[in-house]
């Protein structure tokens, strides 16, 4: 039998949900806040990445990489800059941000991996070591964040994406067998290296840093499409 309390208790709870969803902005809403812009266009530049490794053009698929990287330091930037962003907004882009870390530095890279070496089987536990630690690291930072305020624990999953593309321009100057193993044993390297106990600084937090990338990203972008040609 349903008392007047029971009752009493489920309007309550229905008036309770009621007015928060009354309360909770549309999803869609987010889209239009510019650092949450600029986090899905560098996952778009990871589609491209992804797209391109599966399809055998490596070199766009690095430049996608790279660029990807720039625009996951521009979004924490902008979101630095900007005023009257609420709790909810920078909450949202810290997860937005985190979501599509995982999938521009484990899964991308990863896919790389597997396309460069014709996907051969023997390559999974390799992937596979590479797109764990980036959970691993993605995880540990989530829960502790920075260390000191101004570094972090291993290194961090933006350097992995920015070291792969600098080593991928031995491909053209090693025979394809040596250069494999270097691919392969950096990737390994650096998936030990972000789930480490290392300190490393936090880059995108210095504008000296930023105006590097952007050359960076300009000089790298311009030799991999002049090899392209």
Known sequence: MITDATQLSRQDSIQEKASLDNTQPAIISYVKDLPNICS??????TLL???????????????????AVGFDWADGLVARKMKGRTGHDRMFGGQLDLVIDIVSYGVAPAILLLSYGNLNPLLLPIAFIMLA???IRLSYFSTFGLSGESKYTGLALDNNSLIIVAVFILESIVPTAVFASIFYASAVSLAILNVSQIKTPKLSSNPRNVYILASYTL???AFYAWKLI
């Open 40 to 45: 899905l266009a560098g996952l778009f530049c």
């Open 49 to 67: 990445a992804i797209y391109f490794s599966i399809t055998g053009v490596f070199y766009a698929a690095l430049i996608g990489m790279v660029w």
């Open 133 to 135: 630690a980036s959970a």
């Open 219 to 221: 000089a790298i972008s």
